[in-house]
């Protein structure tokens, strides 16, 4: 897993959105947090709150991370309505077992305000396409990769606030803000 990380930061330079305006002095989601919180400090939110499926990354992110984290997922969080200010998305959605739309819309009925989304980006090229669906086949267990078009189709409800895409040899790191419409 961690080889996987360097090689794919290797292959993809990027640089990040600021997080710290959407988090500072807020309570925040991380779904599928993973073994630990990635892209951002964890003193900026007020309250940081973070599930995975993983019973490992669990263990280990609560012995090395601030915050209180639990088993979850995505298409069922145990929080009332508008509950976060924010909540983060890493590098999940490709990986649900179920519909992206299912977990968006269960994420944005917790989320007050911002729904911060960090993705993979299939691409229209139809020869980079097929060496993106061979190297995620391989280094991936992801189930839905989304083209440009269908991101934004599944963004339709939101505003999207930032929308960058980047990623060394096929542009293929999605980052998104989405503002949640009042």
Known sequence: YNLKRKLCRGLNPWSTLNLEKYLRAHQVLNVGCGDKNYFFDESWPDTL?????????????RQNSTGSYYIGSADNIPFPDDYFDTSLIFFVLHHLPFEMEKAIQEIKRVTKH???????????????????????T?????????TIKEWHTLFEDFEIMDERYMGGLFDNIS????KIKT
């Open 175 to 178: 980052q998104f803000v989405l």
């Open 114 to 136: 911002y729904i911060i989304i960090y993705d993979h980006k299939l691409n229209d090229q139809i020869f980079k396409r097929i060496i993106q669906r061979i190297y995620w």
């Open 138 to 146: 391989i280094f991936d267990s992801g189930r839905q990769y989304n």
């Open 49 to 61: 709150i973070g599930f995975d499926v993983s019973h490992t990354f669990i263990a280990h992110i």
